[in-house]
């Protein structure tokens, strides 16, 4: 099977282009993403052939096996996997994901490194009280909400999201919610702009998260922290969420190799 990895702002992938899904897909991605074992990586994304107008389909598995209904660095990954297939520097895809199409906006993808928009639908409230309490037992909140955006989000406003000790609240608060969840802390950095760092369900602590970015500036909008274009300062960069009716996440995406495996 023909691979490519690429990262954006460090939460890598790899990328797959098949004509269907493996059977064995779970196994495929926790011996593919194994960081010692494998070839390491937070996910595995198949992209087989779109239906309709759909240019693929993205299924995507974390590492640990388990599905994932959307992500934003995977899909901005995915957009910049086309526009290296097409032989372009810049493009327009629409991606189906679990949770619907989403618009992908490649640009500047004139060698490893692109500029990359993607359309990650609307934000909804949710209700993970247990959590949300739990969470609140564990660390000294400012702030603490539970919001969807296609996957499930617990966000916290702290002081210190760095003095986090993410291996023991991420994962207490993930195990917490059926399912799993991820778990994003907060504080404010200037105007219009945030510190996050991050839990993700089957992949533990990343050094970016895009679905995270999102819902986490979501909140701080709601909290009145930001306005309604945000810069989202993560351990492995920046990107920027554009809200409304229908989130956009810009930000820059990176193609590291190409590689066969059996």
Do not use: Q
């Amino acid at each position: 099977m023909r691979l490519s990895k690429h990262h954006g702002l460090g939460n890598d992938f790899l990328i797959a282009f098949v004509a269907d899904v493996p059977h064995d897909a779970p196994a495929l991605a926790r011996r593919l993403c194994h960081r010692t074992e494998g070839i390491g990586a937070d996910g595995l994304i198949f992209l087989t052939p779109g239906s309709g107008h759909g240019d693929a389909s993205m299924t995507l598995l974390n590492a640990d096996g388990s599905m994932a209904e959307i992500s934003g660095n995977g899909l901005r990954c995915v957009g910049h996997a086309l526009a290296r297939r097409d032989g372009v520097d810049a493009g327009d895809y629409l991606v189906d994901t679990l949770v619907g199409r989403r618009a992908v906006s490649v640009r500047s993808a004139d060698g490893p490194d692109a500029d990359v928009s993607a359309e990650m639908g609307s934000i909804t409230s949710i209700d993970e009280a247990r959590a949300e309490a739990l969470l609140v037992s564990l660390v000294d909140t400012r702030a603490v909400g539970a919001a969807a955006i296609g996957n499930p989000h617990l966000v916290a406003r702290v002081d210190d999201p760095a003095a986090i000790d993410l291996g023991k609240v991420g994962r207490a608060v993930d195990a917490c919610v059926d399912g799993g969840a991820n778990v994003e802390f907060i504080a404010p950095a200037g105007s219009d702009a945030i510190v996050l760092t991050v839990w993700e369900r089957g992949a533990g602590a990343t050094r970016a998260c895009g679905s995270g970015a999102c819902v986490a500036a979501w909140f701080a909008h709601e909290w009145g922290m930001v306005g309604e274009v945000v810069e989202v300062r993560m351990p492995g960069g920046s990107a920027t969420v554009h809200l409304g009716a229908t989130v956009t996440l810009v930000g820059p995406a990176s193609f590291v190799a190409d590689m066969e495996t059996a």
